[in-house]
């Protein structure tokens, strides 16, 4: 039976579909369908694809992640791209990245008639 506190954690964390998902992750063939959109018609360069394929890994295993992941100091993003996805990407496909990333967020919360 959940504690008071267990249920405080749950909710801290967005919900039981955000909580259940950072506990699992997400499958990878669906981390990598998420980010589909984002790749489609784009000539990446391998340094990009190579990061890009960091965070299809970092997100099956965690399930989400955050714009803010990607700057952070000591992660692996840090390796390969030291001055953030700034380093490798324009503006508009950093922005591109945050939308695949809300869609991420959103698909784990459950619709005002689950809830």
């Known amino acids: 039976m959940a504690s ?3 249920l405080d954690q749950v909710r801290a964390m ?5 909580f259940v998902r950072a506990l699992c992750g997400l ?3 669906a981390a990598q369908q998420a980010f589909e959109g984002f790749i489609v018609g784009k ?3 391998a340094a990009q694809l190579d990061f890009i394929t960091l965070i299809i890994d970092v997100v099956a295993k965690r399930g989400v992640l955050d714009v803010g992941d990607l700057y ?11 001055g953030g996805p700034d380093d490798l990407f324009s503006p ?3 922005d591109g990245l945050k939308i695949v990333f809300i869609g991420l967020l959103t698909t784990a919360k459950p619709t005002t008639l689950a809830a």
């Not at 967005?14 to 955000?18: A, N, R, S, Y």
């Not at 952070?72 to 030291?82: L, Q």
């Open 43 to 45: 000539q990446l360069s």
């Open 4 to 6: 008071p506190e267990d």
């Open 72 to 82: 952070e100091v000591g992660s692996p993003f840090h390796d390969r791209a030291p």
């Open 92 to 94: 508009e496909e950093i």
């Open 14 to 18: 967005g919900g039981l579909g955000l």
């Open 27 to 29: 499958d990878r063939q």
